[in-house]
């Protein structure tokens, strides 16, 4: 399930919801992403995204994820609009048999999150607002799964 | 009557998110007339990285736009 | 904070707990293990700690963890006595700035307890009780970390 | 008068989890002991694997019991 929203979720409520009346599955591995405060550096982040256009470029790559690894199910919330310090913007989750196949996929959802999925980011501090590009480190990161084969 | 929509730094630049467009046949016509509008947003959106999606898939290179076309401007994306 | 329960837990209000307030930590990965129902062939879990020495020894690699990755923060919730198919088993969380730190630190500490942690395992089927013994399969998962430098 | 607990298998086997024991002033003297009430269970704490921790702490070989020292014998942990 793949869900962008504008409003403010409880990562803890979402996993309480994907591992209930799991009883084949074994392995849920979970990640949450939240807003830093930078040291008041940031004061809020701002996200833009292309409904229906982000979405559907999202579910490609959980679809790439499923076919990789040994994943039975998985979920995806991301945040957009403003968000301050400390919510959290994603929220991936995901259910295995095996556990390095859980951590693997969830990783590599991240991966792709935080560095190739169609958002817009813009940060808001004291100093006035300015639009974020990638980062060379989230490059390095993805490029592990085009090198590696399944472990 | 095409809808053509800008994102991140690009509708910051224009000052606009969203607008109609009557008179481009094709993508290139598009960039054309935005550019004789706006200087400045025409270089911005054939700067490298922005690409363009046509009814919300990716494009490259010219192509033509249908009436009722959505086309949008995208810098690179940061992620999330 | 490493806990022994004899009671159901749930994942999702620990991770609540585990993310509220972070205002510069920025990277939450958590793992939970769910007891699996094999289709029939275990119908309840058992699992037995020696308390005092069993959180002891989960703390030293815990210690571990935290000095070999670079984590602000980590939770370890761990289920003994009698688990039903679908029940949470472990819980694991940790907090870095850098999702890197915080999967690893995670993957680290789900093979150490998965593997080496002072637990007696029992599975009771239609066919009786047994004791379990480590699997091979999780004796590769620990030996990475002995190989592997941290990336 | 040592506490002396087992684990796992051990206490399925011995048929107790945890008694006193008041004569040995040592591990080989508990072992002795263990094993001359119930030679299974002595075999079995004898066995591959199995550890032995004096007052919570892994201990080598043999070691002194102090009187209200804790024992316990531990077979190969499986993890959780």
Redesign the interface.
Known sequence: MITLTDQPFDPGDLLSAFCAGRIEVGAIASFT?LARAEAGATTTLE??A?P??TE?EIGKIAEQARARFAVDDLMIC??VGKIGPGEP??FVATAARHRRAAFEACDFLMD???????????EHGPDGAR????RAE?HADISRWDKETPR | MARV?L???LS?LAGWREREVAEAGSISALRALLAAEDPQLGAALAGPGVQV?LD?AIVRGDAAIGPKAEV?F???????
């Open positions: 992403g996200l833009e292309y229906g256009f559907a991301h945040r913007v994603v792709y999150l935080k560095s190739k999925a169609p958002f817009w980011k813009k639009w974020i590009e990638p989230d | 929509l994102f991140g730094r910051d999606a919300q949008a995208l810098p690179p994306m940061s992620g999330g």
